[in-house]
């Protein structure tokens, strides 16, 4: 036991070095036009040579630091504590969330635009989590080009206001029902394969989507992107210091209060955020409905929802598609924040860190997704000196969570259903 | 109402049933027995579309059904259980129940969405449904718990209500007394009775239990090796002199 320790922890400790010494350990400097490879100082070998140490350390003594944790962590989180009873804990709950939603009406008006901006951002990343949540979380089925109808949302409004001049409010409904069917379209094809290749087809249809904006410049500007998005407007009345659009008129003439550019940035907070709730609060509802049950028995045991009358196809199509739907709300509401969209906003990248979301939150929980959106989006915008460090940061998070707490953040809790009893 | 004729299915070089006929009238208990790996799983599969047979052919009320998707199949009223238990797990035992029902979804996506009253009912019926049949094989005070940990019996006994509840004409149950004790047998055996007494369905049954098939069957046809062996009431098959070759000379 103890000399396998001791092999194991050497050869992670031999790794880290491997690893660490040529990408740490060298430096291409650039002299006049040649470019030299120089050795780096003596604190950075120092450094690495303490990395492998402390990798050496870890793995050494590596169960019992895990046991400590796992011992220290298990009592604190909910799921071993004693039930509490079904009706209260549903009013404690529904009083939490009525007061957090009250106070995230409120908040933007005391705070500085650029919160109010990023947090704009992460009800953004809530809605597309919350989507993406039903496709993965509830029906199982892996999707890694879920960024696609995001950005089908987006560039439908981008497209539609740029050349047909139609409004926020128009664009936001059809953005939602094109990408729906985009995932409708694709769902057919795809949605037979199982597991790894679905995973593999939608990482391809994401790539696809990205590479055609890029590719079709007469139609969406190419890699340029798509600028002068409106924004929305609040019945005919525009948050510009002018009005744009003949027949509109101006919010801060209408009300007579001085012209500030924090009134469009609140009232687009505003908006994201009365979506937002109507995302969670329509999955909520489809959840405890006969498609949501649908997706979760299909993901439990494909064969016996077959047997009981379940068609496979209709079920993964439904998940498919409603997610879809979602994101393309996501997207719509992006672009209008943006004003200004490029296919470099709808990289793999986007999708990963979606999913990630997903899965730190708790497959199918939706306060565990709302609060993991929360923590991704705004922890690396706190920690702006680590930003290079970023990816690197959100791995090991990955790695730390599926060691501890592979269910995620808050997972799924069943709902409770009370029976008539039988006379 | 359900007639299979000439059955056979192959597996690459293995036939593993050939020509193998059956048929089931309504209020009927129909049993189907053989040694190990005779291919009783198999029919079973044809009969509910999770196979397509290589040959022959099956009537569901006069309708031919052999090829049919499964889904489908189940649609019409002819459900099954299977040999290990398929429950959904991680599902409560009521959610369990609920989900057999919903085979018609998308209709009701929109009315589900707003809750209209007309939503409410059906699935207030549902539940009611629900409550009816976990009442009927004693899960009642296990409704909110997960399936996946109820026992072994009750795990079986959830299975047989959860084809229950989708209301079918044919029921067919494989190896339904599988790793139950004597007394949960028992129960069971009254079940199935009341099953066929009490809500009209007929049963086809595979079972290893002699006891059971004995004592409930209307009707027992006998599988050796893919092949059809005997065929009649439980007396005639106790006194066939094939069937006895082939179960003692098996054990
Ligand atoms: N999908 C399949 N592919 C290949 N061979 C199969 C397949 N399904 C069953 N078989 C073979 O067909 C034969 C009959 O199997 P089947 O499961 O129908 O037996 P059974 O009568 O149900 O036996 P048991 O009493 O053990 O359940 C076996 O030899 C089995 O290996
Ligand atoms: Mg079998």
Redesign the interface.
């Known amino acids: 036991m103890i000399a396998n320790n001791l092999k194991h922890a050497l050869f992670c400790a031999v790794i880290t070095l491997v690893i660490s010494y040529p990408i740490l350990g060298f430096n291409l400097v650039a002299r006049g036009v040649d470019i030299t490879l120089t050795g780096a100082d003596a604190t950075t070998l120092v450094m690495v040579a303490l990395a492998a140490l402390i990798v050496f350390g870890f793995q050494l003594f590596r169960d019992r630091i895990v046991g400590t944790i796992t011992d220290i962590t298990r009592p604190g989180f909910g799921t071993h504590k004693e039930p509490m009873e079904e009706n209260r804990r549903a009013r404690i709950e529904s009083w939490v969330l009525t007061g957090i939603l009250v106070l995230a009406l409120f908040w933007p008006f005391f705070v500085s635009r650029g919160s109010v901006d990023l947090a704009t951002l992460v009800l953004i990343y809530i809605m597309l989590a919350l989507g993406l949540n039903v496709v993965v979380g509830l029906a199982g089925l892996l999707d890694l080009g879920y960024v696609a109808f995001y950005a089908v949302g987006a560039y439908t409004f981008a497209l539609l206001s740029e050349y047909l001049g139609v409004s926020f409010w128009m664009a936001l409904p059809i953005g939602a029902l094109l990408a729906a069917l985009f995932g409708l379209l694709l769902g057919f094809p795809v949605l037979r394969l199982r597991g790894d290749y679905l995973a593999i087809v939608t990482l391809g249809f994401g790539e696809i989507i990205r590479i055609l904006l890029n590719n079709m410049t007469n139609l969406t500007g190419g890699p340029n992107g798509i600028g002068g998005i409106p924004e929305p407007t609040l019945f005919g009345m525009e948050f510009g210091r002018r009005v744009k659009e003949e027949g509109n008129t101006s919010f801060h003439e209408t009300f007579g209060i001085a012209y500030s550019s924090e009134h469009k940035v609140i009232f687009l907070y505003l908006i994201a955020l009365v979506l937002a709730v109507i995302t969670a609060l329509v999955i909520r509802r489809l959840m405890r409905m006969p498609v949501g049950r649908a997706w979760e028995a299909l993901r439990e045991d494909e064969i016996a929802a077959k047997s009981l009358g379940l068609s496979r196809t209709a079920v993964k199509l439904s998940a498919f598609t409603i997610g879809a739907f979602f994101a393309g709300f996501a997207g719509t509401v992006f672009a209008s924040k943006q004003g200004f969209i490029s296919p470099e906003s709808f990289v793999f990248l986007e999708s990963a860190i979606i999913l990630a979301i997903v899965v730190l939150g708790g497959m199918g929980s939706q306060m565990g997704v709302i609060l993991a959106a929360i923590a991704v989006t705004i922890l690396p915008e706190l920690a702006r000196e680590f930003s290079e460090y970023r990816m690197l940061i959100f791995g090991a998070a990955m790695v730390l969570m599926m060691v501890w707490r592979p269910q995620g953040l808050m997972p799924m809790r069943r709902i409770h259903i009370e029976l008539k009893k039988q006379e | 109402m359900l007639e299979v004729q000439n059955l056979s299915m192959r597996f690459g070089g293995l036939l593993a049933v050939d020509q193998v006929s059956l048929d089931v009238n309504e209020h009927e208990i129909v049993a189907i027995i053989g040694p190990n790996g005779a291919g009783k799983t198999t029919v079973f599969n044809c009969m ?1 579309g ?1 196979y397509k047979p290589t040959g022959g052919k099956i009537l569901f009320q006069g309708k031919e059904i052999q090829g049919t ?4 199949i ?2 019409l009223g002819l ?2 259980t ?1 040999q290990h238990v ?7 035992v ?2 369990n129940l ?6 018609h ?2 209709t ?2 929109l009315s ?2 707003l ?1 209209t009253p007309n939503y409410r009912e059906k699935e207030q019926k549902s ?2 449904r ?3 049949w ?2 009927r094989v004693g899960l ?1 005070d296990m ?2 718990r ?1 399936a996946g940990n109820l026992a072994y019996g009750q795990q079986r006994r959830l299975e047989i209500a ?2 229950m509840v ?1 209301e079918p004409r044919l029921l067919m149950l494989d190896e339904p007394a599988a790793g139950l004790n004597p007394a949960e047998t028992k129960d069971l055996n009254r079940l199935i009775i009341s099953l066929k007494e009490d809500y009209n369905v007929s049963v086809v049954l595979i079972e290893h239990d002699m006891s059971l098939v004995m004592d409930i069957s209307d009707r027992i046809n006998v599988i050796n090796q893919g092949r059809p062996l005997a065929s009649g009431t439980p007396d005639e098959i106790r006194r066939n002199d094939d069937v006895i070759k082939a179960y003692l000379g098996e054990a």
């Open positions: 509910s999770f998707p499964d889904y489908k189940s649609r459900v099954r299977f398929r429950l959904f797990s991680r599902m409560t009521v959610e609920l989900v057999a029902q919903h085979r979804l998308n009701n996506l589900g969405i809750n539940l009611d629900a409550a009816y976990l009442d009642t409704a909110n997960e959860r084809c989708t």
